[in-house]
């Protein structure tokens, strides 16, 4: 039963991890320069729509990593060594805490994208507005657009990068 449980944890933390990346790579390299080719209206509510639901997903799996992984710690026994700094020396410590730290910088990331970009980006104008107001409502949304590129090309590459990690620490971590 003990096995069963390890390989679900580790199945689960795998397929967050891979959703993760996976979607900000479609995010990154084929959907945003998709929008161009199509009219500014249509991409507008794609973007829009798409938008929300790439958060939530994305929410869902950042939140689903360190839940998995905690419980893989747990399980394996080494959750307690989390606390000694000395860990963190050793390749597999020193591994475990770059990844930690990716996954961190991620929560930022998201946080920025969703919390603060977003609605910047995505903004619902009244019916009287004036074109001077529709002007700078637009160069506004530009300029963050452009932010929130950026900051997913970070996450793409940045969660591959995890990945591979990970991929290191299957195999004990970094050996120095």
Request: hydrophobic share 55%; no cysteine.
């Amino acid at each position: 039963m003990n096995l069963v449980i390890l390989q679900t944890l580790i199945a689960l933390h795998l397929v967050f991890a891979a959703v993760f990346v996976g979607s900000n790579i479609f995010l990154d390299f084929l959907l945003t320069p998709s929008l161009d080719v199509i009219p500014p209206g249509q991409a507008a509510r794609l973007g829009d729509k798409l938008g929300t639901q790439f958060a939530l997903l994305n929410w869902i799996t950042l939140i689903g990593l360190p839940v998995t992984g905690g419980l893989l710690l747990w399980r394996l026994g080494d959750l307690p060594a989390l606390r000694d700094h000395r860990y963190y020396m050793t390749g597999y410590g020193g591994a475990l805490l770059l990844m930690m730290l990716i996954w961190l910088s991620l929560i930022v990331t998201a946080a920025i994208l969703t919390f603060y970009l977003r609605p910047r980006v995505v903004v619902k104008l009244p019916y009287d507005v004036t074109r001077q107001q529709v002007e700078a409502v637009r160069a506004d949304a530009i300029l963050y657009a452009g932010w929130m590129r950026r900051l997913a090309r970070y996450n793409a590459v940045a969660s591959t990068l995890a990945i591979i990690i990970g991929g290191v620490l299957r195999f004990g971590g970094f050996h120095l």
